[in-house]
């Protein structure tokens, strides 16, 4: 299992992938975001400034987060997507459901 950098910003906790989040890397995301959840976190904010590329995978786990989040009673928001992870978002209408912010310190602002 890989394991991601994790802050806190805020109330949020903020986990932050590198690299590829392809078919290697988005279980030990979502087992991540899972224990998270589970732990009592319920602001999440995936912080996508430094992976370079996302696949289908990658998106599975993004949602699975999401999905544990909203089941919990919070939220998993994104932040600093790439143009390439931009693109793979709206391809998929995924955008609409995972809105992207600027960056995880002003994900959760206003709320």
Same mark, same amino acid.
């Given at each position: 299992?890989?394991?991601?950098?994790?802050?806190?910003?805020?109330?949020? @906790? @903020?986990?932050q992938?590198?690299?590829?989040?392809?078919?290697?890397?988005?279980?030990?995301?979502?087992?991540?975001?899972?224990?998270? @959840?589970?732990g009592?976190?319920r602001?999440v904010?995936?912080d996508?400034s430094?992976?370079?590329?996302?696949?289908?995978?990658?998106?599975?786990?993004?949602?699975?987060g999401?999905?544990?989040?909203?089941?919990?009673?919070?939220d998993?928001?994104?932040?600093?997507? *790439?143009?390439?992870?931009?693109?793979?978002?709206?391809?998929?209408?995924?955008?609409? @459901?995972?809105?992207?912010?600027?960056?995880? *310190?002003?994900?959760?602002?206003?709320?």
């Amino acid at each position: 299992m890989t394991a991601y950098d994790i802050r806190e910003v805020g109330t949020a @906790v @903020v986990v932050q992938p590198t690299g590829r989040l392809n078919m290697v890397a988005a279980p030990g995301l979502r087992d991540q975001l899972r224990d998270l @959840v589970d732990g009592g976190s319920r602001r999440v904010v995936v912080d996508l400034s430094a992976t370079e590329f996302i696949d289908s995978s990658g998106l599975g786990a993004l949602i699975s987060g999401l999905k544990a989040a909203r089941q919990a009673g919070g939220d998993l928001r994104i932040a600093a997507p *790439n143009t390439q992870v931009r693109s793979v978002l709206k391809l998929t209408r995924l955008d609409r @459901v995972l809105t992207a912010y600027e960056s995880a *310190n002003t994900a959760f602002d206003g709320d």
